[in-house]
């Protein structure tokens, strides 16, 4: 840690009411990243009970409330939420890195956000809100790596920090770190923070190759997102018979995870066979995606889908789905074809089998750690032929892409050990 010893035993000893826990980095426009604070909502209040209040610090926070009114989410403090034109939101951005910049090095500037005119912005209430919390969370995700300029991220832990916060990074996919500029900001992250969890080995290996000298506790466990529950089928909604519908999930995107691009031809085309093959094997298709439905987000699943799949058999789902109406769609769903990792882990708890197209390393490295690996493909390697020859093994032998419920129960409570530590820490 940065701050001295004397200011952390006097501004982070144990609370003596509830646990004020700040969940910040969280994308809630993007329902794999809500799906990600709902999971650490649920793994900190089976450790805490009633002793913890959960607050989310997101980068749109203005249209994220209106999606989940039931959480309480203010605005970022080093994310400008998006604008147009872009360039105001790019100058705005800046004035939100000098302010923060400002209250870690001087606490006194925390005065001016006292004024008259400066009280009742949204930046000044999130402040104070950060200010009141015990804990400062880093959602799970994959931002801590070289192609993101991860500044912002580095400016709020630092300020978490300097207030005498525990700083805790969840879930994380993280590295290589070899850019100077990436070795520089994990190193800053690294000094500010008490405990780090990695969904992979590779990633702990680039945090301890870049991060030296750190007292931080690290440890690799599964994604958050494992710490939900599938709704339970009922016997009235229980399926009789095989359920035979699929749901199909791309994205856009132009690189590989070797390659600094890829053939989007082949993906798309891989996709299209993928849709045509359970069509044509009686299957009702439909595309449907984590990023979708959200104007303002700056992923539209469903308009790639749309081009993708046009003049095909595959339904385009356009709407906005929570992480709880993904599982009620998964809850009638047979078999998910995705992109997006987080549908594949929502399918997974949901025990529906599920083929992955890899876009980062991180579903390479969930799929090899849960034994799938023969149903997950790089997204420059993916063919048509690849993946008729998949979705055929899984109409044969569906099991074969299904966890066991003793397996998604271990994998639950290591998903809830993160929470099960802070509460140590915090104890100690």
């Known amino acids: ?110 005065r001016l956000l006292e004024a008259p005119l400066v009280r009742r912005s949204r930046f000044a ?44 990074l969840w879930t994380q996919s993280m590295g290589p770190f070899e850019s100077s500029r990436a070795v520089s900001q994990i190193e800053r992250i690294g000094a500010v923070t008490d405990a780090v969890f990695f969904r992979d080995d590779r990633s702990a290996r680039a945090w301890s190759r870049r991060v030296r000298g750190s007292d931080a506790e690290a440890r690799e466990v599964p994604d958050a997102v494992f710490a939900l529950t599938a709704p339970v089928p009922t016997a009235s909604t229980a399926a009789v018979e095989p359920v035979r519908r699929a749901l199909l999930s791309v994205r856009e ?91 594949a882990i929502l399918s997974l708890i949901s025990r529906v089998p599920v083929i992955a197209i890899a876009y980062e390393f991180k579903t390479l490295e969930l799929f090899a750690n849960l034994g799938l690996s023969d149903f997950v493909v790089k997204i420059e390697d993916v063919t048509p032929e690849w993946m008729t020859e998949r979705i055929q093994m899984l109409l044969d032998e569906p099991e074969r892409a299904r966890l066991s419920h003793e397996r998604l129960a271990q994998l639950r409570a290591e998903a809830d050990s993160p929470a099960g530590h802070l509460r140590r820490l915090l104890e100690q």
């Not at 999971?39 to 610090?57: E, K, N, P, W």
């Not at 299209?272 to 995606?289: E, I, K, N, Q």
């Not at 046009?310 to 709880?324: L, R």
């Open 1 to 110: 840690m940065t701050m001295s010893d004397d200011t952390r035993s006097t501004e982070s000893r144990p609370p003596a009411g509830p646990v004020l826990i700040g969940v910040t980095n969280a994308v809630l426009s993007n329902t794999g990243d809500a799906a990600i604070f709902e999971a650490i909502t649920v793994s900190l209040r089976r450790a805490f009970g009633d002793a913890c209040q959960i607050v989310a610090f997101d980068s749109n926070a203005s249209v994220t409330s209106r999606l989940y009114p039931e959480w309480e989410i203010h605005q970022q403090l080093s994310v400008s939420p998006p604008r147009e034109p872009a360039r105001l939101r790019t100058v705005l951005q800046r004035v939100r890195h000098r302010l923060v910049r400002l209250l870690t090095d001087d606490r006194r500037a925390s």
């Open 125 to 168: 209430r999130a402040y104070r809100r950060f200010e009141e919390l015990d804990v400062v969370v880093s959602s799970g995700g994959t931002y801590l790596v070289d192609h993101y300029n991860f500044e912002a991220r580095v400016l709020e832990l630092r300020l978490a920090d300097v207030l005498g916060k525990r700083v805790i």
């Open 253 to 343: 995107w132009s690189r590989g995870v070797d390659a600094s691009s890829f053939d989007t031809a082949a993906y798309a085309a891989s996709m299209r066979s993928a849709g045509a093959l359970l069509a044509s094997s009686g299957w009702d298709v439909r595309a449907l995606s984590t990023c979708q439905g959200v104007p303002s987000y700056a992923y539209d699943d469903s308009a790639e889908a749309a081009r993708i799949f046009a003049g095909g058999d595959v339904d385009v789902d356009h709407e906005f789905h929570s992480p709880g109406g993904l599982l009620s769609e998964l809850s009638s769903t047979g078999l998910v074809v995705t992109t997006r990792m987080h549908l």
